[in-house]
């Protein structure tokens, strides 16, 4: 089987290094890939926003699946144009990535639902969102409905700092059409947690739970990032809290799609934060999370592309996933600057002494290849992955790992799974 995997990140590079590692594949082609990938498999330079030459380029190159790592192409409907030349995608449908497209009918079908996530308002006009938070006491939630690039949440401590926000959505337009709508929401306070479903449109197989470290700088502050970091199993999460977020959040989110009318193939993250009053969804997305994939795939025994077969072809229901009882850290290397200004283009080295060690796996996400050598190329660069047989062995050959690799600014949390230890003490 032939097998293309859309993106150019970490995420992307571990679903391509799973995926290969699977009995059923013959070859797999990345689009466009990174410095990383090139080295490893087939990659094709193209633009992933031109669905129908992205079609053209898979029939041309006989793809018998796609696999879709970020969300821009899935919420512009790559899996109906390229279903509609007959090539199977794992991922939903236009119709359905609207969960992470909008977050006005994400909120909508949760609320409609009895899912539980925070109260929220949902204005089209600026001067009623203005009037509501003047109303309010901060912190603040102010969200931009439709996809900005992870930039359209913000967590506001003050009210100018609401208003400013607001201002950028809907009077500047920052983000465009994406900010027509906003929600304006509670502050919701906890520890976060981030399940991945796999789900064929009725049936679904859970992955197993991760975390997160969604800000710059150590102690979970700064401005938010794609993540900075990331780590499997969750020992704040009890069995019974993961259980009842397979049934009462994911299972009823994907019945409530399949109610009306709108089934959800692909994968679904949910991004969940335990509060004194339970567990509460902060948002869908409609894809792996990144840095999440990262530290869950390597604890993933099954055949990833066998289960993504049967999603593709409804057959989920006879889908079991085995996991690594073994514990994974991901620690995400970045230019410094990131997620602001940065620069790119600065070679890397130590690569090949930090992965020297059978337990640690570097995916690649911003850095290009050029006469063999290694260069940064964006803003989050490296994952550098640890496996340990309890969580502290893990995070030490993630860390020794990350300290043979050097780059000019390079920058990464040195408290990546922190939360985790605490936990562990308790
Ligand atoms: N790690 C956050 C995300 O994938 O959206």
Known sequence: MRVMVIGSGGREHALAWKIAQSRLVSDVICVPGNGGMEGDYECLKADISDLPSLADIAASHRIDLVVVGPEAPLVEGIADVFWEKGIA???????????????????????QNNIPTGRAKMFDSYGDAKQYIE?????????ADGLAAGKGVTVAQTRDEALKALEKCMA????????????VEEFLSGEEVSI????????????????????????????????????SPVPALTEEMEKDIQSRIMEATINAMAIRGNPYTGVLYGGLILTDEGLKVLEFNVRFGDPEAQAVLPRLESDLLEAL???VEGRLAECRLSWSPRFCVCVVVASGGYPEIYETGFPISGLKAASSDSNVLIFHAGTKREDGKIFTAGGRVLNVVGLGSDFEEARGIAYEAVKMINFEGMHYRTDIGYRALLALQE
């Open 135 to 143: 109303s309010l006491e901060p912190p603040i939630v102010v969200k």
């Open 172 to 183: 500047e337009k920052v983000f465009g059409a994406s900010g027509d709508r906003v929600l």
């Open 196 to 231: 991945l479903t796999l789900s064929d449109g009725k049936n679904v197989v859970h992955m197993v739970p991760s975390q997160d470290h969604k800000r710059a700088y150590d102690g979970d502050a700064g401005p938010n990032t794609g993540g900075m970091g990331a780590y």
């Open 309 to 311: 077969i049967m999603g």
């Open 89 to 111: 995608v794992f991922g939903p449908s236009k119709q359905a990535a609207i969960l992470e497209g909008s977050k006005y009918f994400a909120k909508e079908l949760m609320m």
